[in-house]
């Protein structure tokens, strides 16, 4: 039943570019900002890219930038506005999970609500694609909803993932 969860899932993400989502705010946040004005410029990865609005941020600021999407439609407006805009960049339709037609490594790969909307059995898959896409002191920028154990949420990553990521990365800060 895991294909009809992923076909579910890639039918949400479509539907709702038709319109923006509550998500799509347009606005890079300030924690990535911050980055990128105390880091060099250079290879970058946003996994759920939406419809760019990082990846412009990022490519504007000298990086070279990747991202990936689930939706048909915000991949199309992602390198839409990297056109626009005279910037070039790399935006794939498909899965976070797949990301075999990448190169590594990325000095810098960003996550805004992607990780936690995963079906459990492909997050696994997930952090080993981080291992190796991201290069040895590369960043990894994770915004995701927290999740306490007791919760049914569909949605969330659990303070236990966070310390797979711990382990795994510099620690993750929560606010």
């Known amino acids: 039943m895991v294909w009809l969860e ?63 999407d689930l939706s048909l439609l915000a991949v199309w407006r992602a390198r839409q506005r990297l056109r626009r805009a005279g910037m070039k960049g790399e935006v794939l339709s498909g899965s976070v ?32 694609n981080l291992l190796k896409f991201l290069a040895p002191a590369g960043t990894f920028l994770l915004y995701a909803h927290l999740k306490e154990v007791d919760q049914s949420m569909n949605t969330g990553i659990t303070r236990q993932e966070i310390e797979i990521f711990n382990n795994l990365f510099t620690p993750v800060r929560i606010q």
């Open 6 to 68: 992923r076909l579910l899932r890639w039918v949400t993400f479509n539907l709702w570019y038709l319109k923006r989502p509550p998500w799509d705010t347009q606005v890079s946040p300030p924690e990535l900002i911050a980055f990128i004005q105390t880091h060099p410029p250079g290879r970058a990865l946003d996994l759920g890219c939406g419809s760019g609005t990082n990846l412009l941020t990022l490519a504007k600021a000298g990086w070279q930038v990747a991202g990936v």
């Open 97 to 128: 999970i797949d990301l075999s037609r990448l190169s590594p490594s990325f000095n810098l790969i960003l996550d805004i609500g992607c990780y936690h909307g995963l079906p459990q059995e492909d997050r696994e898959r997930y952090r080993k």
